[in-house]
Each structure stands twice: as structure tokens, then as C-alpha cells.
């Protein structure tokens, strides 16, 4: 499968690579990642970048690109494979398609390659394998953007099972052996505001279950008042629930005015909890994954589902 990716990306002369909407540091670190990986080992290539913006955009801006350039082009789709969180859809006006995703969901995008790799831990993860395995030249741009993503996505390594940690670390070397800028991708990611860090004051509290599930649920009232973006409530303020002893699930669910939908941040320390992420039409990694609910009648069904998952497997330390 990996040689079909390259045989494709060699194929065509036009190249554009999308992610998903809102993206985290992985969808950008993949994406971005993957333009220098490519920019620097076909460098007669025309390569473009598109998607919505938002604080996560790590030196870097979108490309604004007509319909007429996808007619003769590849699109890369990367760090998702469902077609309504693919952030610019023109993707479908392209000649050709190619998926790389690292998550737990099938694709629902017809007519495509889908490269997937359900036990990697991150979509930058299969990127520094690819790379390593198609023997491409690697700079220090392109390393500092898919380390980043590494990171991110594995909550500073953290989040990693015993059967994948060799693995995971022997690609964290491997890219880390091209001399990312790690301090300026960490002051990026770790370091925030004044007025930022007072307002997650706002956000402190939360309720718990009968089996220590703990939950926010996000008003629009209060985020408006907060004055961040959906995104830096819903996906931001999540673990702020996390690390206490006694929480073995931790869940944010957020009002999203303009999109009509709740948004669900379902986080886990060793409870596998996707498959209830999917049950409400989400899905994500085994102990961080979310969803799109309708309406706070079904907040509480999964609500409910947390609490008995919790239940069944006692208070996991």
C-alpha cells in the first residue's frame, strides 16, 4: 500500500492536500508535514494547502485555490476519512484521491485510496514511517511539523499502549534524528495567553456520575462569555478533567450554535470507549474520540452509556 501512495503522488504534477475541519495539531502537522515531504523529494510538484483556520495554524496559512485547479490534480485527505469532516470538499472534483488516517472508522468516501493504519497513534505517526520507509529526505521544517503532531496526539506520549510504545518511539526518533525545532513547537503548544489561562477559571468545575464519570456541559452562555471559539472550549477544556485518580472518563459537551449540534470530547485513562463515540455517529481513538449529538436528550443516553462502561470496569487507577 505504501508504494501505490508514492506511486500516486508521483503521478500527477498538481497535489492538494486537505485534513479535517477544526483541526488539532495532528490534522495540521500531518498536512503541513506532508506538503514539505513532498515539496522538498518532487520539487517540480505544484502543491497546495486548503482548509478552515483556527489558533492551530502553526506558521502557516491556507492556500486560496479556484475549482479549476482540482480538475487535473491529486487530493490527499489526511488525518480523516468521512467525508463531512474533510475541510473543503472540492476534493471530490479531483481526478484522483488518496486517504491516510490513523482512526477507527471506515471510510465512507467512494473512489478512493485508503491508506489506513487503525494502530498508529497518530496520522504525523504513519507519516514518519512512510517516510522512513520510502527513503525520502526529511528536513527540519517538515520534522518539527510531524513531531508536533506526534506529541499532541499521544498527550506528550502518554497515551500509548505497551504492544505499540516500541514502535511509536522508534518513529519518534526517526523524526526527531532531522532536527526539529521542539522548543518553538512546544512553546507553541504549551504556552498560552494570560487572559486565556484566567478564563479556564470558567471551566474548572464539573459534576460526576454515580460511577465517577466526570462532565462539563458547555452553554453557549458561557462560552460566549469566555470569548473563545467552539473549538478552544469543546476540544481546549476538556482535560481539565483529567489526571485526578478517582476519574477513570472524563466528557465535555459543548453547544455549538451555528452548526445546531452538542459537541461531545469523550476522554479515558485504559477504558476503550470509541465504540460509544460511534454509536452516536463519532468515532476517534480508543481513549480520545467525540461526536456530534442533536439535542441534550441524547447527551444523556451517552451519558448514561459512560456510566455503566465505567461501571464494568470498576475504578481503574
Known amino acids: 500500500m505504501k508504494d501505490k501512495v508514492k506511486e500516486l503522488i508521483e503521478k500527477y504534477d498538481s497535489i492538494v492536500i486537505h485534513r479535517h475541519t477544526r483541526p488539532d495539531m495532528d490534522a495540521i502537522g500531518s498536512q503541513v508535514g506532508l506538503y514539505y515531504l513532498i515539496k522538498e523529494n518532487y520539487p517540480n510538484k505544484s502543491l497546495y494547502i486548503v482548509g478552515d483556520t483556527n489558533d492551530m495554524l502553526y506558521n502557516v496559512t491556507m492556500d486560496i485555490i479556484g475549482d479549476d485547479v482540482f480538475k487535473d490534480s491529486l487530493s490527499i485527505i489526511i488525518d480523516t476519512a468521512v467525508s463531512e469532516l474533510v475541510s473543503d470538499d472540492r476534493y471530490k472534483l479531483a481526478k484522483e484521491v488518496v486517504i491516510i488516517d490513523h482512526h477507527r472508522n471506515d471510510s465512507n468516501i467512494e473512489n478512493s485510496l485508503f491508506y489506513q493504519k487503525s494502530d498508529f497513534t497518530s496520522a504525523c505517526e504513519i507519516l514518519?514511517?512512510?517516510?522512513?520507509?520510502?527513503?525520502?529526505?526529511?528536513?527540519?521544517?517538515?520534522?518539527?511539523?510531524?513531531?508536533?503532531?506526534?506529541?499532541?496526539?499521544?498527550?506528550?506520549?502518554?497515551?500509548?499502549s505497551n504492544e505499540n510504545a516500541s514502535r511509536v518511539f522508534a518513529n519518534a526518533s526517526f523524526i526527531t534524528s532531522f532536527y526539529p525545532d521542539i522548543k518553538d513547537m512546544y512553546n507553541f503548544l504549551y504556552t498560552e495567553k494570560l487572559e486565556k489561562r484566567k478564563v479556564k477559571q470558567l471551566f474548572s468545575d464539573f459534576e460526576v456520575t454515580k460511577h465517577n464519570v466526570a462532565y462539563r456541559k458547555n452553554t453557549i452562555d458561557i462560552i460566549e462569555k469566555s470569548g473563545l471559539d467552539v473549538f478552544s472550549v469543546s476540544r481546549g477544556m476538556v482535560n481539565l478533567m483529567a489526571g485526578i485518580e478517582e476519574i477513570p472518563i472524563w466528557v465535555s459537551f459543548t453547544e455549538d450554535k451555528d452548526n445546531n449540534v452538542i459537541l461531545a470530547e469523550i476522554r479515558s485513562r485504559g477504558i476503550i470507549v470509541v465504540d460509544i463515540a460511534k454509536k452516536y455517529g463519532g468515532g476517534g481513538h480508543n481513549f480520545a474520540c467525540g461526536a456530534s449529538l442533536k439535542n441534550w436528550n441524547e447527551v444523556e443516553k451517552m451519558l448514561n452509556d459512560l456510566d455503566e462502561r465505567a461501571k464494568e470496569n470498576g475504578n481503574i487507577k
Open 128 to 160: 514518519s514511517d512512510l517516510a522512513k520507509e520510502l527513503d525520502w529526505v526529511v528536513t527540519s521544517t517538515a520534522a518539527t511539523y510531524i513531531y508536533g503532531g506526534m506529541v499532541t496526539d499521544t498527550g506528550r506520549f502518554q497515551f500509548i
